[in-house]
């Protein structure tokens, strides 16, 4: 007998515990399917209750499974919940926390479901370009009516329990000892007729109402098609009978399983996963507690990166040099969490307790008992150096001393002090208390429990963890050079910002690369690029950015950039005078302009990330190709239903890659040696292979 199974009296109950979450794993099918059977065959069993172990009903489908036999193997999801659905005693789905994607399919087949009031309900297989497959687009609809089904099958976004009250999908919210009352609904439920959701009518839909749900739906998707084909199954619901309805949910999940937006979105799913293991530092590494924290600098990434600690309950020293710099930056977080009240994002009583926890300083003998000390001052070595060698002298022994760099050598840095072992590269994103990536550069002196430490609280403060080497830009910043240099070369050879903006936007970019400029100020990008012609005087630059910088057009800040601001507007206006300058340097070059078609433009900018990424791989700065894609997925803004750029190279197949690359290689104006395949690339593109 199966150890989920057991009596409490009259009614049995099934237990789902496959830790963490009760994915519906291979083994967990079958012993479910073994405890329905032995419920139908002991007589003295009226009723039975689907619970689960721990804090979550059922997370779906065990990802651990994904794309390997074991998903498909008998018994399968669909063929339990026929088998839950057609018993003849009733079965409660008892619903005593999250319960996602196939928990909830299952929970559905049942004849009644229980839940506690804060439990969570979501069907999200959308946000894996797929549509729920056991049933869940057909008895949904039944249980919560056609517009909550829509938007929680298009969203994928949980919903709890005590909102779903009242509707067929939640019979009870359940209070006390839940289990108890679990079964004692059960025990009331023995003698009431099985309801199934398969017999319940869809409430007839107005008119208008799959127009206008597909109207929404695709403005809300911006090109992505699984929302939209949950809509067509939810359509199925409301107008074809149930079996023919589940018939055809199935045609559109097989459809959609083989599309590369679902690959590219489960890849993006499973490269995040792979990003936060090291293969040289196992999961039992010991890690250091980080109880305190300091960040030093309050400019633009040491306010956003302390509100991170903040907001999760960490107690965060902040440290300036001079009283003014202090209480700007100070004021600039309260406003910040002021800003998230105001949208409903924050309690008054949270803004005061994170408040609460910050602790500004001038004085850094007030970093002594920090566990971890984040630097975030201008971008000189020579500032760093000041501060690495203060840090050095007052820390505690074992507090970790990072810095939020973006382009300096993290080794020189360690090296001014006398515990490089400590030393570790936490590069924020900007706006650092909202963007999702942190690359965690690991130098070669930084320690492994360091390097354990530094991932644990990247996840604890919700970031997206990926581990770099040292090199300048790290990962994604050495990629962004060369999609920039690209950009920079198609207004020279003919281009206008806004066309280039505009076809990487219709590619699926969050925003075009010269309105990530102007918003993050071309001033920064202006100051790296100055430092590398320095250091690299033989590499080909464009210099239009530069003209732009030298007239003062900063971005959104100066109220001009490559594109016009109107006061108080953030909406880009394409600018004449912007042409003209661009004209100006295209003649004084000698340069004939030429009309250069959308696909080119995108294909040089993601093939230029691409290559470099390559080179990245080959040199080991990324432990996999996949990490480079969730650097670009969770920082740059990069589609996610393309999968990153070393995954879409994948789609396009390398072979092709190096053939398009030859060809940009024959432009005139092409830079003929930034177009040099890497060799990593040569030789999987010849092998005909793929990164990943
Ligand atoms: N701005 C970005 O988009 C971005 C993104 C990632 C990383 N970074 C990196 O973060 C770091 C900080 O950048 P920023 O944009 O926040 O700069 P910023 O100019 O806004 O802030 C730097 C702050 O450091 C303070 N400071 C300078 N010297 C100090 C010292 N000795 N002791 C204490 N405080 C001192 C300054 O008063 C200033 O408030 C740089 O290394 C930068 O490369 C910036």
């Given at each position: 007998m ?5 009596r ?6 099934i237990?789902l ?5 009760n994915?519906?794993g291979?083994?967990?099918r079958?012993s479910?399917?073994?405890?329905l059977?032995?419920?139908q065959a002991?007589a003295g069993?009226r009723?039975?209750?689907i619970?689960?172990?721990g804090?979550?009903?059922?997370g779906?489908a065990d ?5 390997t036999p074991?998903?498909?193997?008998e ?5 339990l919940i026929?088998m839950v659905?057609?018993?003849s005693k ?9 319960c996602?994607g ?8 049942c ?8 439990a969570?309900l979501a ?7 797929l549509i ?5 687009t057909q008895r949904?609809?039944r249980?919560?009516?056609?517009a909550r089904a829509v938007?929680m099958i298009?969203?994928g976004?949980p919903v709890?329990a005590?909102e ?12 006390g000892?839940?289990m108890?009352?679990?079964v004692s ?5 023995a ?12 409430e007839?839909p ?5 127009a ?10 911006r ?5 939209l ?6 359509e199925?619901?409301a107008t ?12 559109i999940?097989v459809?959609l399983?083989?599309s590369?937006e ?9 490269a995040?996963r792979?990003?936060a ?6 999961g039992?590494t010991?890690?250091?507690a980080i ?6 600098g309050?400019?633009t990434m040491g306010?956003?990166i302390t509100?991170?600690f903040l907001?999760a ?5 902040l440290?300036?040099a ?6 700007r930056?100070v004021a600039?977080i309260r406003?910040n969490y002021d ?9 008054p009583?949270k803004?005061?307790r994170?408040m609460?926890?910050?602790n500004p ?6 970093l002594r008992d920090a566990?971890?000390?984040i630097?975030?001052?201008?971008e000189e070595?020579?500032?760093?150096e ?7 002298a007052?820390?505690k ?12 050598d993290?080794?020189r840095?360690?090296g001014f ?12 994103f900007s706006p ?5 990536l942190?690359?965690v550069?690991?130098?070669?002196a ?7 430490t530094v991932?644990?609280?990247a996840k604890?403060?919700g970031?997206t ?8 830009g790290?990962i994604g910043?050495r990629?962004?050079e060369r999609y ?9 050879e003919g281009?206008?910002?806004q066309?280039v903006?505009?076809a ?7 925003m075009?690369l010269f309105r990530?400029g102007d918003?993050?100020?071309n001033d920064?990008s202006w100051?790296?690029r100055k ?8 590499v ?12 003062g057009r900063f971005?959104?800040k ?7 601001y109107e006061?108080?507007?953030r909406?880009?206006?394409?600018d004449?005078?912007v042409?003209k300058?661009?004209a100006d340097y295209?003649?004084?070059m000698g340069?004939?302009p ?5 696909e ?6 993601v093939l ?5 990424g390559?080179?990245?791989?080959e ?8 990490d480079i894609?969730t650097v670009?997925l969770a920082?740059?803004g990069?589609?996610?239903?393309r999968g990153?750029?070393m995954?879409?190279?994948d789609t396009?197949?390398l072979?092709?890659?190096v053939k ?10 092409g830079d003929p ?6 060799p990593l690339?040569?030789r999987?593109?010849?092998?005909g292979k793929t990164?990943?």
């Open positions: 199966s150890q989920i199974y057991a409490h009296g009259d009614i049995a109950v237990t515990d496959n830790p963490p979450v994915g519906m291979q083994q967990l079958t479910i399917a073994e405890g059977r032995a419920a002991e069993v009723a039975v209750v619970t689960g172990a804090n979550a009903f059922s779906g990802i651990r499974e994904f794309n074991k998903a498909l193997a018994p399968t999801l669909r063929g026929d659905e057609q018993g009733p079965v409660i789905a008892a619903i005593n926390g999250t996602f196939g928990g909830l399919e299952l929970s559905l087949a004849h009644y479901r229980v839940a506690r009031a804060d969570q069907l999200p297989e959308v946000k894996l370009g729920p497959g056991a049933g869940g949904l609809p249980a919560v009516g056609l938007d298009t969203t976004n709890k005590s779903l009250a009242g509707t067929e999908l939640i019979d009870a919210v359940l209070t000892d839940f108890a009352s679990a609904f059960a025990r009331n439920a003698s009431a007729p099985l309801r199934r959701l398969r017999d319940m009518p869809v007839p107005a008119a208008d109402f799959f206008n749900a597909r109207a929404a739906v695709s403005k809300a998707s090109g992505l098609t699984a929302p084909r949950c809509i067509d199954a939810i199925a619901a074809l009978p149930f079996d023919d309805g589940i018939r055809r949910e199935r045609e999940f459809e399983i083989e590369s679902s690959k590219a979105l489960r890849h993006a799913f499973f995040e792979a990003a293991k090291i293969p040289d530092v196992p039992e010991p890690a250091r109880a305190k924290v300091a960040v030093v309050a400019g306010g956003g509100m991170n907001s309950g960490i107690p965060v020293t440290l300036e001079k009283q003014d710099a202090l209480d930056g600039a406003r800003a998230s009240m105001k949208r409903g994002k924050l309690t009583g803004l005061e994170a609460g926890l910050l300083t001038l004085s850094f003998d007030d566990d971890l000390v630097e975030a001052v201008f070595m020579g500032v760093k000041g501060v690495f060698r203060q840090l050095d007052v820390a022994p074992g507090a970790i001393l990072a810095t939020n760099t973006s382009t300096l993290v080794d840095i360690a002090t006398k515990r490089p072992a400590d030393v570790v590269g936490l590069h924020f650092a208390n909202v963007m999702k942190l690359e550069v690991r130098g070669k930084t320690s492994k429990d360091v390097m354990a991932m644990q609280l604890k403060i970031k963890a990926v581990v770099s080497g040292v090199c300048d790290f910043n990629m962004l920039q240099r690209q950009c920079f070369y198609l207004l020279e281009a206008a910002p066309q903006d505009r990487l936007e219709k590619f699926g970019m969050a075009g990530v918003l993050a100020g920064i100051a790296v430092r590398r012609y320095a250091e690299n005087p033989d080909p630059y464009s210099k239009i950015a530069d003209r732009l910088c030298e007239l971005g959104q100066t109220g001009m950039g490559w594109y016009r006061p108080g507007k909406d880009p206006i394409p004449a005078e042409g300058i661009i295209r003649g004084e340069l004939e030429r009309a250069i078609p959308d080119e433009i995108v294909d040089r900018c230029a990330l691409a290559n470099e390559a080179r990245i791989l040199e080991g700065i990324a432990l996999r190709a996949s894609d670009y920082g740059y990069f589609p996610r239903s990153g750029p995954f879409h190279a396009v197949g072979a092709n890659v398009r690359m030859g060809e940009f290689a024959k432009n005139p104006h040696a930034f177009w040099e395949p890497a690339l040569a999987l593109a010849r092998e990164f990943s």
